[in-house]
Structures are given as structure tokens and as C-alpha cells.
């Protein structure tokens, strides 16, 4: 059974960094798909917020352009997302996606205070 599990959420102050991970397990390689991450804010839907192809292209929403990177590793069957400079509308659950079923994981948690 396939599993993506999210860590590294927390609170922060605005302007500061945080990364989050996204582990794989119960699959023996992650080359073939493509991953990211979406996250839902209170009251609003889930939206993409960068992914990554199987081939290493990224695509970024319009409002982390410039702040987000979304770097993975095959070996470790990781993917990751470093967002620097952080806003208070950046605050949701943030949630790990693998292409293939497609695959979800269960979401941690990030609060960017003012």
C-alpha cells in the first residue's frame, strides 16, 4: 500500500522559512511520477501550490513564483517544498500528491502569523 507522508509543518512569522517533506513508502521507486503540493485554506478549496514532473520540471502557482521551491529525491523517495519568505496567506494544510491513482497524503499543517 502506497503512502506519502508530510512533515516539517509549524508556525512561523511572516518573512521566515520553513520546509516541508514528503516521504514515500510502500512503492519501490518514485521516477515515474510526477509530485507536488496543493494546500487548502480555511473555507477555500484545495489548489496547486508547485509539482514536479517525473523529468524534473516545476511548475508554481502565481503566488509562491519566486519564494517556493519544490527539489526531490528519487534515491530517498522524497519530495520537498522550501518556501522562504512567508505570508499569512500562505497558512493552510498543506498536502503531499503523486500522480499515479493519483496518490494523497494526509496534510500537515502551516501558519504564517503577521
Excluded: H
Excluded at 516541508?20 to 509530485?35: E, Q, T
Aim: glycine share 14%; with cysteine; charged share 20%.
Amino acid at each position: 500500500q502506497v503512502q506519502l507522508v508530510e512533515s516539517g509543518g509549524g508556525l512561523v512569522q511572516a518573512g521566515e522559512s520553513l520546509r516541508l517533506s514528503c516521504a514515500a513508502s510502500g512503492i519501490f521507486r518514485i521516477n515515474g511520477m510526477d509530485m507536488g503540493w496543493y494546500r487548502q485554506a480555511p473555507g477555500k478549496q484545495r489548489e496547486l501550490v508547485a509539482t514536479i514532473t517525473s523529468g524534473g520540471i516545476t511548475k508554481y502557482a502565481d503566488s509562491v513564483k519566486g519564494r517556493f521551491t519544490i527539489p526531490r529525491d528519487n534515491v530517498k523517495k522524497t519530495v520537498s517544498l522550501q518556501m522562504n519568505s512567508a505570508k499569512p496567506e500562505d497558512t493552510g494544510v498543506y498536502y503531499c500528491w503523486g500522480s499515479i491513482n493519483p496518490y494523497w497524503g494526509r496534510g500537515t499543517q502551516v501558519t504564517v502569523s503577521s
